[in-house]
Each structure stands twice: as C-alpha cells, then as structure tokens.
C-alpha cells in the first residue's frame, strides 16, 4: 500500500494564481482531512471529510475549498493564493475516528 | 490560552536517558493522539487513547482524564528518537476535529 499519497511536494506561487493539491489514499478509510502547519504553530484543521459527497469546514477554511468525489481522493483547492497562504499542508486520512495517518505534505510558497 | 499546552517547548537528553514529555488540555475530550514528526516532516501516529496507558516498544503513553493531563515516555532514548513530539485531543460532543498542541522539540545526543 501507498499509503496517503500528496502532489506536488513543493510549489511556488504568485499572488492571485489558483492551485489544486492533490491528495489520495489506498487504505479504504472514510475520514480525509486537510491541515496546515505554520512555522512555530501547530497544525490546523481546513477542511475534513466523513465521506464520498460529504465534506465540512475546520478551524481555517477561508480561501480554500474541496471536494470528495470518491473514496480514495480528497483534493484542496486554493483560489486566489495570497502570501498568508504560506504554508506546509498535510493531508491525512483514518478509519472513522482512530489513529490518522499523514501524507508526506506540500510545501506551498506564495510570492 | 491554547486548548492543548505542551511542556516542555524543547528537550535536549543524552543517549540512555527517559524522557518525560507532558500535555495538559483545558476541554473534555473523547481520545488524545501523540503524533511523532520526523526531522525531514514526515508525521507518524504513536498511540490514540481515552484512558489509562499504552505501551509500544520504549514508548510509553498516559492519561490522566480527571487532571486532563496525559504524557509521553521514551526509555533508554536514542538519537534516532530526536523529534517534535505532538499532543492532540478531539474534544467531546461528537467533533471529528483535532487540536493540536505546538509540539515539544526532542533533541538526544550520543
């Protein structure tokens, strides 16, 4: 098994380009989630979802949007990227509330 | 006040030594995660639990509900266990959300 898998490892954006990072898993888990990790900070929850066709805000959702169309991906969609969207992003996955596990994240530069 | 302190910040140790790391939380919470973040970024799970005490090899994770504390163990550290160690709770009601604490940065030296 892969695991959770995230593309791309690193990119840099400019201010006002959109993105999409995309994440998938191969372990048939029904919960996905995204977070960021800030310098110093702990990581934060974005968005998460319980399921195909079900998805719902975390602690930081603004200007970010997603969507889950299947089981196994759960992609990030940064419309708009602005410097505060600096970050590293992890996607992570779990069967319904136990232990997650974490992609090997993005690390996301907006200039 | 953050939901999740973590003590302390950063931690140097010497090979062989136990270490103690501690997380106090300030809501109630159905499960507390410790998660272990590699140098290069990757993170693990180490143990998800509500009660008691787990046990995995030299790593050893408790939880005291009634004080909201919970620590992290490691006997006989080894530089291989230099880290940031990251405590995090889902807080009852039915949330799926973690919070998490800023992490304790473990150096061990040989």
């Known amino acids: 098994n892969a695991g959770v898998t995230q593309t791309p490892k690193f990119r840099i954006l400019k201010i006002g380009q959109s993105m999409t990072l995309q994440c998938a898993q191969d372990?048939?888990?029904?919960?996905m989630y995204w977070y960021r990790q800030d310098p110093g900070m702990g990581l934060k929850l974005i968005y998460y979802s319980v399921g195909a066709g079900i998805t719902d805000k975390g602690e930081v959702p603004n200007g970010y949007n997603v969507s889950r169309s299947t089981t196994e991906d759960f992609p990030l969609r940064l419309e708009l990227a602005a410097p505060s969207q600096t970050s590293v992003y992890f996607c992570a996955s779990s069967y319904e509330s136990r232990e997650q596990y974490f992609g090997p994240g993005t690390r996301l530069t907006v200039t | 006040k953050n939901e999740v302190e973590q003590s302390p910040q950063n931690l140097t140790a010497q090979e062989g030594e136990f270490i103690t790391i501690n997380c106090s939380y300030s809501v109630g919470i159905s499960a507390l995660h410790w998660l272990q973040q590699h140098p290069g970024g990757g993170i693990v799970s180490l143990f998800m639990?509500?009660?008691g005490k787990k046990k995995h090899g030299r790593l050893i994770a408790t939880i005291n509900i009634q004080e909201k504390h919970s620590s992290l163990h490691i006997t006989a550290s080894h530089p291989r266990d230099s880290a940031v160690y990251i405590c995090?709770?889902?807080?009852?009601?039915?949330?799926?959300?973690?919070?998490f604490g800023k992490g304790t940065k473990l150096t061990v030296n040989p």
């Open positions: 372990m048939n888990h029904n919960y």
């Open positions: 995090a709770v889902r807080s009852t009601g039915g949330s799926e959300k973690l919070v």
């Open positions: 639990l509500s009660s």
